[in-house]
């Protein structure tokens, strides 16, 4: 298992994947997981899915 820095101390779950990308809130709070690489297409879906819903919870 993969101890996280000081920094990430209060994520959901320990990290047990590697890759492991972790999007954090700029208040600390744990936006988005993504364990393991399933593959270009699905790691972009998923980025692209979290910046719409990051959108339509702060709106400019």
């Known amino acids: 298992m993969i101890t996280p820095p000081a920094a ?11 890759p ?3 999007v954090q809130s ?3 709070k744990e ?3 993504i364990q393991g690489y399933r593959g270009e297409e699905y ?6 899915t979290l910046a719409e819903q990051m959108q ?3 709106p400019r």
Request: charged share 25%; proline share 0%; aromatic share 18%.
């Open 26 to 28: 700029s208040q600390g």
């Open 56 to 58: 339509q919870d702060c």
């Open 8 to 18: 990430f101390k209060d994520l959901n779950a320990q990290i047990r994947f590697t």
């Open 31 to 33: 936006m988005l997981r």
């Open 43 to 48: 790691f972009w879906n998923d980025i692209e």
């Open 20 to 22: 492991t990308f972790i």
